[in-house]
Every structure is written in structure tokens, then in C-alpha cells.
């Protein structure tokens, strides 16, 4: 399903391409990442709710799916085009000005940490138009983030029901009214090379 106002506006310079995932989120991550090139012209920052008392494997995982360099996100590291940025276990991932990467321990967000609002949010007040992405998941984290997100000029792409492991958190963002594209896994690689190629 596509929002066919938001379809049909003038093209936007998207900065950054921000992605929450809870349960079941691994293999989405994998589809959605192995369809992107080398030259993707987008950093993208990822959050995966995870059990912050394990080693995460996640970024290793995610490097032998896709073409792009996958790592962890460190403080204060400045994100490029064509990598991918990982919120490490039971961390905040904030987007600040200029790309740069800021991770704390502050208070879980809809008890979870990392959190797809502070994500989401933080990458629209620092970079304006964003491509937010949400996955397969339980809860709602992300729908609120998803919404400044549109409202900074972004569009929300979600995961459609269909595909999905669980449709709890997609859902909550689509029953707010936010999202612009609902899409099956396998598409929304394909879609985000759509929206950044078509970029002016």
C-alpha cells in the first residue's frame, strides 16, 4: 500500500535511513540490507531490540547479507554514506548535527534500550527529511518517533503484515496515521533505492 499524496509530492533530499526491529527482526534487517549496493548514497543507523546481557552478533551477522560495511556505532563517530550503523546492546542511539553518533545509558523509552522513538526522533531534529523504517516487532516503539519523522519532511515505510514475525510495532505507527508506504519485506530494499535514486 502507498500513500498515493505523499507518492506524488515534489522529490525530497533524504540525509539518513534510520530502522527498528524487535522480534524477528534479524532476518527482516538481512532482507532489507541484502538488496542494497555498494553505493548506497545513505548512511543507515539501526536499531534492534536485543538482550543487553549478551555479546551481539548482529553487525558480524548482518556484514556476510549485504554489500555494504556494517559495524557497531561508537560515540561520537560520524556516519558516512554506503555503511551501516548498529545501536549496540542496551544503548540509546542519538543522531546528532552533523551525522554524529551519540550513545547513552539514559531511561528506557516503552521499556525498551535502544529505542526506535530516540532514533527516529533525533535524526529528524538534527537532519531534517529522513527515511525511517519499521520492521517486525512487538509494542509500539517507533510509532512516535515515526511521526516527527513526517512531520520534518521524512517518509515511514512499514513492514506489512503479511511478513511480519509480529505486526505490533509496524501497526502501531500505521493506526497513527504516519505511514506513507506499507510494504512486504523483500520490497522495501527496492524501495529505498527508489526513493534516494529519484532524490534531486
Same mark, same amino acid.
Given at each position: @500500500?502507498?500513500?498515493? !499524496?505523499?507518492?506524488?509530492? +515534489?522529490?525530497?533530499?533524504?540525509?539518513?535511513?534510520?530502522? /527498528?526491529?524487535?522480534? *524477528?527482526?534479524?532476518? /527482516?534487517?538481512?532482507?532489507?540490507?541484502?538488496?542494497?549496493?555498494?553505493?548506497?548514497?545513505?548512511? &543507515?543507523? %539501526?536499531?534492534?531490540? @536485543?538482550?543487553?546481557?549478551?555479546?551481539?552478533?548482529?553487525?558480524?551477522?548482518?556484514?556476510?547479507?549485504?554489500?555494504?560495511? &556494517?559495524?557497531?556505532?561508537? !560515540?561520537? =563517530?560520524? @556516519?558516512?554514506? #554506503?555503511?551501516?550503523?548498529?545501536?549496540? $546492546? *542496551?544503548?540509546? @542511539? %542519538?543522531? #546528532?548535527?552533523?551525522?554524529?553518533?551519540?550513545?547513552?545509558?539514559?531511561?528506557?523509552?516503552?521499556?525498551?534500550?535502544?529505542?526506535? !522513538?530516540?532514533?527516529? =526522533?533525533?535524526?529528524?531534529?538534527?537532519? *531534517?527529511?529522513?527515511?525511517? &523504517?519499521?520492521?517486525?516487532?512487538?509494542?509500539?516503539?517507533?510509532?512516535?518517533? +515515526?511521526?516527527?519523522?513526517?512531520? /520534518? *519532511?521524512?517518509? &515511514?515505510?512499514?513492514?506489512?503484515?503479511?511478513?511480519?514475525?509480529?505486526?505490533?510495532? $509496524?501497526?502501531?505507527?500505521?493506526?497513527?496515521?504516519?505511514?506513507?508506504?506499507?510494504?512486504?519485506?523483500? !520490497?522495501?530494499? /527496492?524501495?529505498? %533505492?527508489?526513493?534516494?535514486?529519484?532524490?534531486?
Amino acid at each position: @500500500m502507498i500513500d498515493q !499524496d505523499a507518492a506524488a509530492g +515534489a522529490p525530497v533530499k533524504y540525509r539518513l535511513v534510520v530502522v /527498528a526491529a524487535s522480534a *524477528g527482526g534479524l532476518s /527482516a534487517i538481512a532482507t532489507m540490507l541484502e538488496k542494497l549496493p555498494r553505493d548506497f548514497p545513505l548512511p &543507515v543507523a %539501526i536499531v534492534q531490540h @536485543m538482550d543487553p546481557n549478551h555479546e551481539s552478533l548482529l553487525a558480524t551477522i548482518l556484514s556476510r547479507r549485504t554489500a555494504l560495511k &556494517v559495524a557497531e556505532a561508537r !560515540d561520537r =563517530e560520524a @556516519m558516512i554514506s #554506503g555503511r551501516v550503523y548498529v545501536a549496540p $546492546p *542496551g544503548t540509546h @542511539m %542519538i543522531v #546528532g548535527p552533523g551525522y554524529a553518533v551519540h550513545l547513552t545509558h539514559s531511561a528506557k523509552v516503552h521499556f525498551v534500550r535502544p529505542s526506535a !522513538d530516540v532514533l527516529f =526522533e533525533s535524526a529528524a531534529r538534527s537532519c *531534517g527529511p529522513v527515511i525511517a &523504517v519499521i520492521l517486525t516487532g512487538t509494542g509500539s516503539d517507533g510509532a512516535a518517533g +515515526a511521526a516527527v519523522v513526517r512531520d /520534518a *519532511g521524512g517518509v &515511514v515505510i512499514a513492514q506489512d503484515e503479511a511478513t511480519s514475525a509480529f505486526f505490533s510495532m $509496524p501497526h502501531a505507527a500505521i493506526d497513527r496515521g504516519v505511514v506513507q508506504y506499507v510494504l512486504p519485506v523483500g !520490497d522495501i530494499g /527496492a524501495a529505498l %533505492i527508489d526513493l534516494t535514486r529519484s532524490q534531486p
